[in-house]
């Protein structure tokens, strides 16, 4: 492990900790010698890094001391690579813009020896076809699941139906070839799925929901419990 890895780490041990944390808990779990995390313990202090404590008693970190945001593990960098490989496979363009944006953020921010994780990451995916561009933009869709607002649809099923329906958003979800809208349809009383091939129109209201979001979600959480307890696949 590198010694910037370690300095990352030791204070993660320190921040996750309600009690002084020993020098011989941060070797055995970071598989160091000891007297490293004497050293590395001030490093840390010489950077002012509000640590104290001692051999033998062990070590503390001030509450109120946080790291900067994107003071990343390479780990976490490998899974944010990950992350964006497999939303590129959503074929979603603007929540792929999103995470290449997010990528090149996240590049001009950590230090310089850090970059190799991002040029050359230890994970990837397979290749795979991206499925066709999706009928109608999501960026509303997810707004207005965010803002909690209602979402006017003209619906076609897949016997051709076309229905219009007031529903009550609760997530879209990604599948490998569609895309489901989930929701409380006013129409049906009921949670419902939408595919979003096969939405002809969608507009979304100024009305709120009627209940918090987290309420909608709570309930939507529990009768998706209780169809899988039926065996049924919502």
Sequence with gaps: MRKAERLFQIIQI??????PVTSAEIAEELEVARRTVYRDIADLIGQRVPITGEA???YVIDAQYDMPPLML???EIEAAMLGAQMVARLGD???TNAASDLIAKISTTIPPALLPFIAEP???MRPADIPA????????IRQAIREGRKIALEYRAGSGETTRRMIWPVILGYADSYRLLIGWCELRKGFRHFRADRIVRLDVMEEPIAMPRQKLVRQWQQWRASELSRGRRP
């Excluded at 320190?14 to 009690?19: D, F, K, T």
């Design 56 to 58: 033998g008693f062990g």
């Design 122 to 124: 230890a994970v990837g």
């Design 14 to 19: 320190l921040r996750r900790s309600s009690r």
């Design 133 to 140: 561009e999706i009928a109608i933009d999501t960026r509303p």
């Design 73 to 75: 593990t390479p780990e």
């Design 93 to 95: 363009p603007a929540l």
